[in-house]
């Protein structure tokens, strides 16, 4: 499986590089091209997806280092669109001109659910939080990462409604699939979309990853890049 999304069409990240971490969202760098945020509880393998999805093993270690854990941590991501339809020619006319990358920010946020920390260490949480998903203008996406072992859990399931009261476009992301049987995991997927249908009118976007076997990853820039290509769209109208 593996293999198959190595040599898979999706879109090409040429660069992964990180830019800085902020205290709050009026310190994050120039809204200026489209944004995706990475949020779960501690644990939830991240870390992982995020360096999967950069081809980047080493990245966002530089986020969870003592003392980034709780700042906004930016990297900037230069990609090419896959070369399928349109996004194909478009990959060969720009490929020649390497400043023409597609450029967008990827968004390492702190994660919720440590057992130890203050009530004032979250309560800060929780307003860094509100305001940078609720402000920042070129947020294009959240994804919400949960574990695929467990059935819902309500630390969860609450944050996916905190965004929906607050009408934040987000995907969930199951991880860690391949630590489970593919019975066990869709039944877990399920219930999570299950326990949803009983407050939302229509469900979000889901993917099922395993940072281990590259798995999810094709999709999960598909996404991103059919993302980025509305955005480009909407700034040109
Ligand atoms: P974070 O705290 O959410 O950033 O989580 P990490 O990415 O650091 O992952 C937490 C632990 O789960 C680490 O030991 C990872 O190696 C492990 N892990 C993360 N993703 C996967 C996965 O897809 N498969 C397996 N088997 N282990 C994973």
Not at 25 to 47: H, L, M, W
Not at 106 to 119: E, I, M, N, W
Not at 124 to 131: A, G, K, L, P
């Amino acid at each position: 499986m593996g293999g198959k999304d190595n040599l898979s069409c999706s879109m090409i990240i040429q660069s992964a590089t990180y830019v800085i971490s902020s205290p709050d969202y009026t310190q994050c760098p120039k809204a200026d091209r489209p944004e995706y945020a990475f949020i779960g509880r501690s644990n939830v393998g991240k870390s992982s997806v995020i360096n999967m999805l950069c081809n980047n093993q080493k990245l966002a270690k530089t986020s969870s280092a003592p003392g980034k854990t709780q700042l906004i941590n930016h990297f900037e991501i230069k990609s090419l669109p896959s070369p399928r339809g349109e996004g194909g020619e478009k990959r060969n006319a720009i490929a020649k001109a390497k400043d023409q990358w597609d450029a967008w920010y990827l968004v390492d946020l702190p994660g919720y659910g440590f057992a130890k920390v203050s009530q004032t260490a979250r309560r800060r949480w929780e307003q860094m939080i509100e305001n940078y998903l609720r402000k920042r203008e070129n947020l294009v996406n959240v994804f919400i990462l949960i574990d695929s072992r467990h059935s819902p859990q309500k630390l969860d399931l609450d944050f996916v409604n905190q965004l929906g009261e607050w009408g934040v476009p987000f995907c969930l992301v199951f991880t860690k699939a391949d630590k489970e049987t593919q019975k066990e995991v869709s039944k877990n997927v399920k219930a999570f979309l299950d326990a949803m249908r009983k407050t939302w009118q229509f469900l979000p976007r889901h993917f099922v990853t395993s940072a281990e076997k590259k798995m999810g990853r094709e999709k999960m820039l598909e996404f991103i890049e059919a993302c980025n290509s509305e955005a480009t769209k909407a700034e040109n109208e």
